[in-house]
């Protein structure tokens, strides 16, 4: 919002109002960190499933058919993607690359939409 | 909580992620070329002794990474100070359990002959 004709600036609220895409990419990464993060103890366990036994391997195949399982899978895909190209994004800027705005924007809606992209194409894989 | 903290931990979360990331790429590399994964490929991989550093450096740095991002969230939104010691104290009880098992687990897998 720009100030009124004449009048001085007002920048009341203006945090409130707007929620620019990188906001929005940074919100991404701290969920998607949280999601992962909450799914470790989960991926400790299936690690030691899967070098316990063959049988043991085979029966995370046949656990992951099961519908609950594929959409936490879905949503830890979704959170293993945003993340790490957020992640991605925020070294590159870190060593200078795509730091102005203009390209910051462009790079925060590429990691959202490449998410959701790699998302979507687990869940038609899966759950189709 | 002055446990890689400021400049270090920004540094320690960097090289972290970097780490995860090649670790990634790197098993992401041995899904795509070769056989299809089955169980007796997957153990010949993970017990050899690479393999076993590997997988235990990879749960160190997603420990390591996790506690930095999980203190700058618990720091930012948890403001009364016993809760967020205890919260802290939790997380960081976990991912050193983790830490320790996934050692333990790989440990006792370790294949010497090849």
Same mark, same amino acid.
């Given at each position: 919002?720009?100030?009124?004709?004449?009048?001085?600036?007002?920048?009341?609220?203006?945090?409130?109002?707007?929620?620019?895409?990188?906001?929005?990419?940074?919100?991404?990464?701290?969920?998607?960190?949280?999601?992962?993060?909450?799914?470790?103890?989960?991926?400790?366990?299936?690690?030691?499933?899967?070098?316990?036994?063959?049988?043991?391997?085979? /029966?995370?195949?046949?656990?992951?058919? #099961? $519908?609950? +399982?594929?959409?936490? *899978?879905?949503?830890?895909?979704? &959170?293993? !993607?945003?993340?790490?190209?957020?992640?991605?994004?925020?070294?590159?800027?870190?060593?200078?690359?795509? /730091?102005?705005?203009?390209?910051?924007? #462009? $790079?925060? +809606?590429?990691?959202? *939409?490449?998410?959701?992209?790699? &998302?979507? !194409?687990?869940?038609?894989?899966?759950?189709? | 909580?002055?446990?890689?903290?400021?400049?270090?931990?920004?540094?320690?979360?960097?090289?972290?992620?970097?780490?995860?990331?090649?670790?990634?790429?790197?098993?992401?590399?041995?899904?795509?070329?070769?056989?299809?994964?089955?169980?007796?490929?997957?153990?010949?991989?993970?017990?050899?002794?690479?393999?076993?550093?590997?997988?235990?450096?990879?749960?160190?740095?997603?420990?390591?990474?996790?506690?930095?991002?999980?203190?700058?969230?618990?720091?930012?939104?948890?403001?009364?100070?016993?809760?967020?010691?205890?919260?802290?104290?939790?997380?960081?009880?976990?991912?050193?359990?983790?830490?320790?098992?996934?050692?333990?687990?790989?440990?006792?897998?370790?294949?010497?002959?090849?």
């Amino acid at each position: 919002m720009r100030s009124p004709a004449g009048g001085a600036p007002k920048f009341l609220n203006l945090i409130h109002i707007r929620f620019p895409i990188g906001a929005i990419a940074s919100i991404g990464h701290r969920i998607s960190g949280v999601l992962l993060l909450i799914s470790l103890p989960l991926l400790v366990l299936t690690l030691e499933r899967s070098l316990g036994s063959e049988a043991a391997f085979e /029966s995370l195949r046949t656990a992951v058919d #099961t $519908s609950w +399982w594929r959409l936490v *899978l879905l949503v830890l895909v979704w &959170a293993a !993607a945003q993340h790490a190209l957020a992640g991605v994004r925020h070294l590159l800027m870190d060593i200078g690359i795509g /730091s102005p705005l203009a390209q910051a924007r #462009t $790079s925060a +809606w590429a990691v959202i *939409l490449t998410a959701a992209i790699i &998302a979507f !194409a687990a869940a038609v894989r899966w759950l189709a | 909580m002055r446990v890689f903290v400021g400049q270090r931990a920004w540094l320690l979360q960097r090289a972290s992620a970097v780490a995860l990331l090649l670790i990634l790429a790197l098993g992401a590399a041995l899904l795509l070329v070769g056989p299809p994964l089955t169980y007796e490929r997957w153990h010949a991989l993970a017990t050899s002794p690479h393999g076993a550093v590997i997988i235990v450096l990879f749960f160190a740095a997603l420990s390591l990474h996790g506690w930095i991002g999980a203190r700058d969230i618990v720091l930012d939104y948890v403001h009364s100070l016993p809760v967020r010691l205890s919260v802290l104290a939790i997380i960081a009880v976990i991912l050193f359990a983790v830490v320790i098992r996934v050692a333990l687990t790989m440990a006792a897998h370790l294949s010497l002959v090849s």
